[in-house]
C-alpha cells in the first residue's frame, strides 16, 4: 500500500516563503488583523517528495499549486502536485481539507488537520484516495526556532485495514530570509507492518519581496532513506531537491 501524503510541505520554509514542502503547516503563519487571509502559493521542483512522509517518489520536475484561505479560527486548504513528465506516479494527486489553530499558549500550538487525498494518476480521483488526519503540535521556544511535531493518520475510512501512522519531527529555524530545518520520519508498524525511517535537512532563501503582495524563494532539500520494513514498497531512495517558489497573498 502506498504510504499517503504530500508534497507539501506543505515544507520546511515558512509557509509564507513558498518554500514550505507542508501544505498544511499553519503553525508558522505570520499573525493576521485582517478578518480573513488568503495566499496562494506555486512551487516548481526538481523531483516529487511527500513531506509528511518523508519519501522521494519520483525524479522527474513535479509542479504544485497551494492556496490557503484562513479566518481567525480555522482555515481551508486545496492543494493539487503534477508530474510534468509522466502523470502516472505517486505524486499525482490533490488534497483538500479544513484546519483549526488551538493555540495553548504563546509558545505551544496544536493544529488538526482533516482532508480527503485524491490519488490522479488516471482520473480525478483513483483507487486508494481515502481520508487522512493529521495533528501538529509546535512549541516556538525562541523568536526564531521551533520544534514540531506532526502526526499522520492515513486510509481511515475506506481502507481501514491498511491504515498507516507516520509521524514527522522537524526543527526549524527561520530568520530574515534563511529558512533552515532538520527533519526526522518514522513509519511506525503499531497500525500494520510496514515499517521505515528517513532523515533530511532543508535550507532555503526565502521572503524576497518583488510587490507588497508577491514573494520568491529558492531552496533545497536533501532525504536519506535510513532503515526500511519493505525496499519494494519504500525503496531507500535518497536524493537532493530544489524548489523554485512564488507566493500571493
Known amino acids: 500500500m502506498r504510504t499517503l501524503l504530500v508534497a507539501s510541505a506543505f515544507t520546511i520554509a515558512l509557509p509564507a516563503s513558498g518554500m514550505d514542502l507542508d501544505v498544511t503547516d499553519t503553525t508558522r ?19 516529487g517528495l511527500f513531506a509528511y512522509s518523508g519519501r522521494i517518489v519520483c525524479n522527474n520536475p513535479v509542479a504544485d499549486l497551494n492556496f490557503t484561505y484562513e479566518r481567525k479560527s480555522w482555515g481551508y486548504m486545496f492543494f493539487k502536485a503534477e508530474d510534468l513528465k509522466d502523470g502516472r506516479t505517486d505524486i499525482n494527486f490533490a488534497l483538500t481539507g479544513f ?30 484516495s481515502d481520508a487522512i488526519f493529521i495533528i501538529t503540535t509546535a512549541y516556538r521556544f525562541h523568536h526564531d526556532w521551533i520544534l514540531d511535531n506532526s502526526s499522520l493518520l492515513s486510509n481511515i475510512m475506506l481502507e481501514k485495514k491498511d491504515i498507516d501512522w507516520i509521524n514527522r519531527f522537524r526543527l526549524l529555524y527561520s530568520h530574515k530570509h534563511i529558512d533552515a530545518g532538520l527533519m526526522v520520519w518514522n513509519n511506525t508498524k503499531v497500525l500494520n507492518h510496514d515499517h521505515y525511517v528517513s532523515g533530511g535537512m532543508n535550507i532555503a532563501y526565502s521572503r524576497i519581496k518583488l510587490s507588497d503582495h508577491l514573494l520568491l524563494s529558492a531552496g533545497m532539500t536533501g532525504i536519506v532513506m535510513m532503515t526500511t520494513s519493505d525496499t519494494s514498497e519504500f525503496p531507500k531512495t535518497n536524493g537532493l531537491m530544489f524548489t523554485l517558489a512564488a507566493t500571493l497573498h
Do not use: C, W
Open 29 to 47: 503563519l505570520t499573525v493576521v488583523e485582517k478578518t480573513s487571509n488568503v495566499r496562494l502559493n506555486a512551487r516548481l521542483h526538481s523531483a
Open 99 to 128: 484546519y483549526t489553530n488551538i493555540h495553548v499558549s504563546k509558545k505551544l500550538t496544536i493544529t488538526p488537520f482533516v482532508a480527503f487525498r485524491m490519488e490522479q494518476t488516471t482520473k480525478v480521483a483513483d483507487k486508494g
